[in-house]
């Protein structure tokens, strides 16, 4: 099936800073990704839909100043949590599918920790 | 808006027991019904999907689950499992108005001894 990877597996940053979470699709070209938020113990919670070419569509109640979502390519979102905080803490995770099949592939998820 | 419902928190079974995962959802129209699963340190697998026609769908590794449409249900079931079965289980929805992203159950963890 089709591939979706993340990178970085796993961050650590201090209080304040921007940490940058990329997601691809290695065999196929993705017009929209999807970032979800999964805290321990919990289910997957969307945060957005990232669109190729145009302004992400955000969830209510996420901060789209401080979840910055940049979709330039076919094959590349980028997820950038602004000035991050112990808070923002969780285990994000994209995803992304093959226009027109209905199923949809996930990433590896990005461990963020906060200090 | 959808909703989905797990109501199986944590399952703990023997090995060779039969397992049934339940799964409801809330939307009135038509839906995508999916099946997930996560391996400890791994990410998510689809299992299963029903989008429409035979609402018996058999999956991967054993499973099977069954759209019974007057329930707005989609249970999960395996006749036998294994120790390698154990997992989080993901029920997921999609549908409406062309809308592809999902909607995920809080999920069941199931742990099965050996």
């Known amino acids: 099936g089709a591939v979706v990877s993340q990178h970085p597996s796993w961050v650590i940053c201090k209080s304040g800073t921007s940490v940058k979470i990329e997601c691809r699709s290695l065999d196929f070209q993705a017009t929209t990704m999807f970032w979800y938020r999964q805290f321990p113990k919990q289910s997957l919670m969307l945060m957005a839909t990232s669109n190729e070419g145009s302004k992400a569509t955000y969830e209510q109640g996420v901060e789209k100043d401080k979840f910055l979502i940049n979709h330039a390519s076919l094959t590349l979102s980028t997820l950038t949590v602004t000035s991050a905080h112990p808070e923002d803490s969780s285990f994000y995770i994209c995803s992304s599918g093959v226009p027109g099949t209905g199923e949809l592939f996930f990433g590896e998820g990005s461990r963020l920790t906060v200090l | 808006a959808q909703s989905v419902s797990q109501h199986n928190h944590h399952v703990i079974l023997s090995e060779a027991a039969s397992l049934e995962l339940g799964c409801n959802y809330s939307y009135g129209g038509t839906v995508n019904l999916f099946w997930y699963v996560q391996y400890p340190g791994q990410h998510l697998q689809l299992l299963l999907k029903?989008?429409?026609?035979?609402?018996l769908v058999k999956g991967i590794k054993g499973f099977e689950a069954e759209f019974i449409k007057s329930k707005f249900s989609f249970n999960l079931r395996k006749p036998s499992v294994q120790w390698s079965d154990t997992a989080e289980y993901f029920c997921?929805?999609?549908?409406?108005?062309?809308?592809?992203?999902?909607?995920f159950g809080s999920g069941t963890r199931l742990q099965v001894q050996p």
């Open positions: 997921a929805v999609n549908g409406g108005t062309g809308r592809r992203a999902l909607t």
């Open positions: 029903y989008f429409s026609g035979d609402p």
